[in-house]
């Protein structure tokens, strides 16, 4: 998620919120990038990348059920 081009960030977070969307990430490997990475872009002046990155946010939210939602995304 460090490329500088809008269209790759978009592009990225779409594969990330279908792969999570599948459920073919663990929720191990799902939480780290999703923190690191997708969060902070919710802040980014581009409205396409902040509905990206919302995008993800919700998948995950979703795949993880309120519990662990509220637990891991807070």
Do not use: N, T, W
């Not at 779409?14 to 939480?31: D, G, H, T």
């Not at 990038?33 to 902070?40: A, D, E, G, R, Y």
């Amino acid at each position: 998620m460090g490329d500088s081009e809008e269209s790759v960030v978009i592009v990225a977070l779409a594969c990330l919120e279908k792969l999570s969307k599948s459920k073919l990430l663990p929720r191990r490997v799902m939480l780290p990038p999703l923190k690191q990475f997708v969060v902070p872009l919710l802040c980014h002046p581009s409205a396409s990348i902040r509905e990206a990155a919302l995008a993800v946010v919700s998948v995950v939210s979703r795949v993880l059920g309120s519990v662990d939602s509220y637990v891991f995304l807070r």
